[in-house]
């Protein structure tokens, strides 16, 4: 069995698990990425604008941008028929002196040019197939794939929810299944978005709708799984039509274009963020519901931390994988990770409840939001409402 040894490994080739590889690597690490290639996915992601720093940073955001729609208004409608309706908030990012909140940008996009950033590095090494064992030890993690071991110093897991280094490393993982399931597509649509993403809160989840470039967007429809299968039974045409009766006809008749995707709606997060040699980035440390964009973006800040991390420890000296680097990890993403989760999770179960009184407080808080500069200003500097982390 051929033996591989570096001083970071990372399992997982999507987006988060591509941008921590990079960024380690970047940061003078060797570096070897445990993924199989990428399955196709026709999912967009509203990049926020701390994270287009990070892409920037990282000498990529030059090759998404020309494919890439600003996000330069953010709209929240509740077109629920419940007796306490929140009113519509709308945010700017001219409020903030930013030209966009972010941008939104394919999936497939992102993969691309993470991938190819990552393969002209030369300290930096691509096996192409899927982690088979994962064993922590006291000086490194031993991973198994493909015929050969992978040694590292320190292994970051970006393999996703049900991660197999997160569950070697013996770090707990607490979920709730929503009685929601997202269906995620692209369409064109015969108004124009003016930047604007909006999010439409119903009883059973919100519908977003959210700019690509041109006279398209990209949308994510939350439903309950009966409603889904019902949808997912449609033909192209009259799927495209219910979708555009859920829109409001705002952006003018949808026509679906591509795969639609469904996928259930899981909220989660990691009891630790870091354990014997092991850390945790992206949905291998925390799920959200498709609200306010946090996911991916969370992701984002996970590759960025553990990058100036790997960073300060080599100028230091010391062991990339050792318990001040997993500490320090812990420290700076478990508050962030944890807040974020609770709060898109209070969010979306307000939406579903019958409970008068969180109907009320919902929209009371949001007409505070909307109406009180400071706090206005906070919430979407914070990202609470999809605004940028800075």
């Known amino acids: 069995m051929t033996a591989t040894t570096c001083e970071v490994a990372v399992v997982g080739g999507g987006p988060a698990g591509l941008l921590a590889a990079l960024l380690v690597a970047q940061a003078g690490a060797e570096t070897v990425l445990v993924a199989p290639p990428p399955r196709p996915d026709a999912r967009t992601t509203a990049l926020l604008d701390g994270s287009v720093s990070v892409l920037r940073s990282a000498g990529v955001w030059s090759d998404l941008l020309p494919q890439a729609a600003p996000l330069r208004s953010l709209r929240i409608v509740d077109v629920s028929r419940r007796l306490f309706r929140a009113p519509e908030a709308l945010f700017h990012a001219s409020e903030l002196g930013l030209d966009a909140f972010g941008w939104n940008v394919a999936n497939a996009a992102i993969t691309a040019a993470l991938g190819e950033a990552l393969r002209s590095l030369p300290n930096a090494r691509l096996i192409e197939a899927a982690a088979e064992t994962a064993r922590p030890g006291e000086n ?105 009766a859920a829109s409001g006809r705002l952006l003018g008749g949808l026509s679906i274009d591509g795969r639609v995707g469904r996928f259930p709606i899981v909220i989660g997060a990691a009891k630790r963020f870091s354990a014997n040699r092991v850390m945790l980035v992206g949905e291998a440390g925390h799920v959200l519901p498709p609200i306010g964009a946090q996911g991916l973006n969370l992701g984002v800040r996970d590759a960025a931390a553990v990058a100036r991390i790997a960073r300060a420890e080599r100028a230091a000296g010391r062991d990339v994988g050792g318990d001040a680097a997993l500490t320090a990890y812990a420290r700076a993403r478990a508050a962030d990770a944890w807040t974020r989760t609770a709060a898109t999770d209070l969010l979306n179960r307000s939406l579903l409840t019958d409970f008068l009184p969180v109907q009320a407080a919902r929209g009371l808080a949001l007409a505070a939001i909307s109406r009180i500069r400071p706090l206005r200003r906070f919430v979407m500097r914070e990202g609470l409402i999809g605004g940028p982390a800075l």
């Open 140 to 244: 490194g993690v031993e991973i198994s794939v493909a015929g050969r071991t992978v040694t590292a110093r320190l292994a970051i897991a970006a393999d996703g929810r049900e991660s197999l280094l997160r569950q070697a490393a013996g770090i707990g993982f607490k979920t709730r299944r929503a009685p929601q399931d997202a269906l995620a597509f692209s369409a064109a649509h015969g108004l124009p978005h003016r930047d604007v993403s909006t999010e439409l809160h119903s009883e059973e989840g919100p519908f977003t709708m959210v700019p690509m470039p041109g006279l398209r967007s990209s949308f994510v429809w939350g439903v309950t799984p009966e409603h889904a299968d019902r949808l997912m039974a449609l033909s192209p045409d009259a799927l495209s039509q219910a979708a555009t």
